[in-house]
């Protein structure tokens, strides 16, 4: 395996949709935080009464679920030995593309600016580096991007695989791409499952993102036997 593409996919990250800008929660919230309503993202945790209105409202309003996905992710070991590559496919109709060196804030208020300034600015750099950034974009222009010679989307729905299985199925490719849902409730567009060459379940119970993240790659880490490659001091 040269490389792991980890994607977060139906990510539940969008601005707030002009439906709801008018709403009074939404207004309320967008002037405590000096902002239009249109220049902050969709958060239930503020704007649930809106949402009400909103199509697959079980399915938006998380971008927390997708901060957390990306702290397991990127300070991983097999981040840090750079075989991780990591996409996030928005609700929005975007991909974020994240620099594996990227240091996110580890307040979530904090990672939402960060975020929001995305969409704003498309390209966040630091000493010269890109560290984020926007661009609008399918998930299957995504993967005809990066060409992944495996795809496997964990789902509850896929079949149930042994993690020792697993992780031999992920590192006898070049470059597999896992796809792990971004959003609380609710399941995969057809569009989603029709991109996977794989429908894969860890676990015989739902678990959240993150956990099934830190899982898959702990799982692939353990095949590649990363922790026996480490030299360890007397």
């Not at 928005?90 to 600016?113: D, Q």
């Not at 896929?158 to 597999?176: M, Y």
């Not at 971004?182 to 959240?208: C, M, N, Q, R």
Request: hydrophobic share 40%.
């Amino acid at each position: 395996m040269e490389k792991l593409i980890l994607i977060i996919v139906e990510a539940a990250i969008e601005l707030v949709p002009e439906s709801i800008q008018d709403h009074p929660s939404v207004r309320a919230y967008a002037a405590r935080r000096g902002r239009k309503p249109w220049e902050i993202l969709l958060d239930r945790s503020y704007h649930h009464s809106a949402m009400r209105r909103l199509p697959e409202a079980e399915k938006r309003g998380r971008p927390d679920i997708t901060h957390f996905i990306l702290l397991e992710a990127l300070g991983s070991p097999l981040n840090k030995l750079g075989l991780l590559e990591v996409y996030v496919h928005a609700r929005s109709g975007h991909v974020i593309w994240v620099n594996p060196e990227t240091r996110l804030p580890r307040v979530y208020e904090r990672f939402k600016g960060v975020i929001e300034k995305l969409y704003q600015e498309p390209v966040v750099e630091a000493d010269g580096k890109i560290l984020l950034k926007l661009e609008e974009k399918t998930l299957g222009q995504l993967l005809d991007e990066v060409k992944p010679d495996l795809k496997i989307l964990l789902s509850e729905k896929g079949e149930l695989i042994r993690w020792s299985s697993f992780g031999e199925l992920v590192t006898s490719a070049r470059r597999p791409a896992i796809m792990i849902g971004g959003f609380p409730h609710g399941d995969f567009h057809k569009s989603t499952y029709e991109a996977a060459d794989k429908i894969v379940s860890l676990w015989p119970e739902p678990l959240e993102a993150w956990i099934i993240t830190s899982r898959t790659i702990s799982i692939v880490e353990h095949a590649l036997g990363v922790g026996e490659k480490v030299s360890h001091k007397d």
